[in-house]
């Protein structure tokens, strides 16, 4: 499947995914060859098969993608009503994850526009004196291009899903 064919519905996987868990998963490898997964609560993806997420807290992920810039996004929609609905049902009526295959670039400085993304995201809970700890004081990014996906699949629930145009 073409990642471009598809981007509409990717990002609306991904949005879905982060709104009911909060966080997207990267993976990545360190530079002993171990498998790392790190829980990220701000990616947001961009409309040219391209993201970019605030690096805070993801030390042993900044270490891994210096060695290796390789990563592996999966976003999954957890909300229990999705899922209720579709085992009620028999079908999805919408993609339940995916996963996204790209690499990750070196660290800068945020734009303005993506200070305003992550003030949008989590502005709400800033009045919180957890909210305040944990989501101030974002000023770095790491952009990520994505060359590939593949859908979390549950064939017998979604073969309506990811169709090929004609």
């Known amino acids: 499947m073409e990642i471009g064919t598809h981007w509409a519905e990717i990002k609306r996987v991904v949005e879905r995914g982060q709104a009911s868990k909060l966080h997207c998963a990267i993976a990545s490898v360190s530079p002993?060859?171990?498998?790392?997964?790190?829980?990220?609560?701000?990616?947001?993806?961009r409309n040219d098969q391209t993201g970019f997420y605030f690096d805070k807290?993801?030390?042993?992920?900044?270490?891994?993608?210096?060695?290796?810039p390789q990563v592996c996004l999966m976003a999954v929609n957890a909300n229990k009503f999705f899922w209720l609905r579709s085992l009620f049902i028999?079908?999805?009526?919408?993609?339940?994850?995916?996963?996204?295959?790209?690499s990750v670039g070196p660290l800068r400085p945020a734009?303005?526009?993506?200070l305003q993304r992550i003030q949008a995201?989590?502005?709400r809970m800033l009045w919180l004196k957890g909210g305040r700890l944990l989501w101030s004081g974002f000023t770095?990014?790491?952009?990520?291009?994505?060359?590939?996906?593949r859908p979390v699949s549950y064939p017998a629930m979604m073969e309506h899903l990811w169709q090929e145009p004609v």
């Open 90 to 102: 028999g079908r999805f009526a919408s993609p339940p994850g995916v996963r996204l295959y790209g």
């Open 111 to 114: 734009t303005p526009e993506e």
């Open 32 to 45: 002993e060859g171990m498998p790392n997964v790190t829980p990220v609560g701000t990616v947001f993806l």
């Open 140 to 149: 770095h990014v790491r952009d990520i291009s994505f060359t590939s996906f």
């Open 57 to 68: 807290y993801t030390s042993n992920l900044a270490k891994n993608i210096e060695a290796n």
């Open 121 to 123: 995201r989590v502005g």
